[in-house]
């Protein structure tokens, strides 16, 4: 059980982390990283309708989730 706790209280710091970055992303006009309209993101807009797919911001969070869970996996042994 202890482990559990451990990991539990790592895992909501890692989440209040990464909300309080995505909060003061949102506020801040000038931030470098903008989640969803990254370069390589597909956007197509046409007549009737517009088009859009992540794709690079799919493959950075995919990455990023993966090194924490390695990270998690990692202080857990």
Do not use: N
Not at 19 to 42: K, T
Request: hydrophobic fraction near 60%; glycine fraction near 10%; charged fraction near 15%.
């Amino acid at each position: 059980m202890r482990e559990l706790g451990r990991m539990m209280i790592f895992a909501g710091a890692a989440l209040a982390a990464v909300g309080a970055l995505v909060w003061l992303a949102a506020r801040r006009e000038g931030f470098p990283l903008r989640l969803g309209r990254l370069p390589g993101d597909i956007a197509v807009q046409g007549k009737h309708g517009s088009f859009y797919f992540p794709v690079v911001t799919c493959i950075l969070l995919s990455v990023v989730l993966t090194l924490i869970l390695w990270l998690v996996q990692w202080l857990k042994r």
